[in-house]
């Protein structure tokens, strides 16, 4: 954040007038007692107007500090909204591929246990068989498993 002093002119005013006029003030004869001397006061002057002045950076490094954490917060809020999205993508694609895969498997499991039943009923009616009808079976499956 730019501070302009177009805008803040008469800070800087009062910051250069302010040790001449304590300086008028003090060596001014008054007509009322005062309690202290001028050194006194000038001390009491110097530590008051310098708590004001470290007071008020200490108010404008807050705020510059809070606006470039309220700028640094909105990147970040963005930079995480991108990679959740991401994130989300790549969570739906790999939901996809594993329902591919259990589908996959499902039917691997399934084609095994068909295999499986196969075998077993050809193991169990191997005699209703004779040799050539078990050697054209076989060719059969072994040129065109998907039409045996």
């Known amino acids: ?6 805008k803040y002119w ?7 007038l302010m040790p001449i006029a304590l300086n008028f ?9 005062i309690v ?8 009491f002057w110097g530590g008051y107007l310098g708590a004001i002045i ?4 200490a108010f404008i490094i807050l ?3 809070r606006k470039d954490n309220e700028s640094e917060n ?3 809020r963005a930079d995480n909204k991108a990679q959740n999205e991401l994130n989300r993508i790549e969570n739906e694609n790999s939901n996809r591929a594993n329902r591919q895969l259990q589908l996959n498997i499902m039917k691997y499991h399934q ?3 068909w295999l499986d039943n196969f075998r077993n009923a050809s193991l169990e009616y191997i005699n209703a068989f004779n040799k050539n009808d078990i050697i054209m079976v076989s060719h059969i499956m072994w040129d065109s498993p998907n039409e045996a």
């Open 54 to 57: 470290s007071t008020a950076a």
């Open 25 to 33: 003030i003090l060596l001014t004869p008054s007509f009322t007692a």
């Open 36 to 43: 202290g001397d001028e050194i006194a006061w000038l001390s």
């Open 63 to 65: 705020y510059i500090q």
């Open 10 to 16: 008469w800070i800087a005013l009062v910051i250069l």
């Open 111 to 113: 084609q095994c246990h």
């Open 74 to 76: 909105e990147k970040n």
């Open 1 to 6: 954040m730019k501070i302009s002093m177009k």
